[in-house]
């Protein structure tokens, strides 16, 4: 297997603060209805569905709301039709990101990602200018520690993954987003602990080094800003950023 993932610097999540726990319930939702949509609201059935549930627990969402979110999803609740979009920009530097938001009001995702572009001296990129240089994959995380690789690699090459690579204390498993469902439901029936982050993601083929500590710090800025907004899920970048700029 080959090639390496910088998963570190792949995406961005925030922690459930609690200062922030109703804009991460709000997004947690938001996944739960579009999955719960495309595939169902059995999570027996729905291995997507399953995942966005592990979140929800990691961020100890009401019950009522996951449910509620879920029927939403199935039509046994009225709620705002959802749509994907995607925003491409650069950062300073020429990092790229894609910006992935589940919205009910284009507009207002498209003057809040611009207005938080603009205050951290990003800017929007025309079509394909970003996404020619990521690629959407199935990826699947799994936690490295006291596992033999050798017998992970044969179960998930069996199980139709792309490539898998090691990346600090995690595994990578890179799939075809089709195949995700099926890959990630048999490392999980062998007993692997799967990360919450795992996926279909939006994969950089190609990076942008940061070495400068001013420029690192000026990227995580930018990049939390955009998190922070009401529309935004997630937040890809092809920056990889070097240890030393974000230590001391």
Known sequence: MSGHSKWSTIKHKKGAADAKRG???????????ISARAS??????NITLRTILAKCKAANMPADNIERAIKKGTGELQGAALEEILFESYAPGGVGLVIQCLSDNRNRSVADVR???????????GTNQVMRDFQRRGQILVDADGVDEDKLTELVLDAGA?????????????????????????????????SEDSGVN????????????GQAEALLKLVEAIEDLEDVQNVYMNGDIADEAVEG
Do not use: C
């Open 23 to 33: 804009k991460i319930f709000s997004k947690l939702a938001k996944e739960l209805t």
């Open 115 to 125: 207005h938080a572009l603009q205050r951290h001296n990003g800017k929007l990129a």
């Open 202 to 213: 939006f994969v950089p083929t190609n990076w942008v080094p940061v070495t400068d500590k």
């Open 40 to 45: 169902g609201g059995d999570p027996g059935a």
């Open 162 to 194: 792309d490539d898998m690579s090691r990346e600090g204390g995690q595994f990578e498993i890179l799939t075809a987003p089709a195949a995700y469902n099926v890959v990630s439901d048999k490392v999980t029936a062998a007993g692997y602990k799967v």
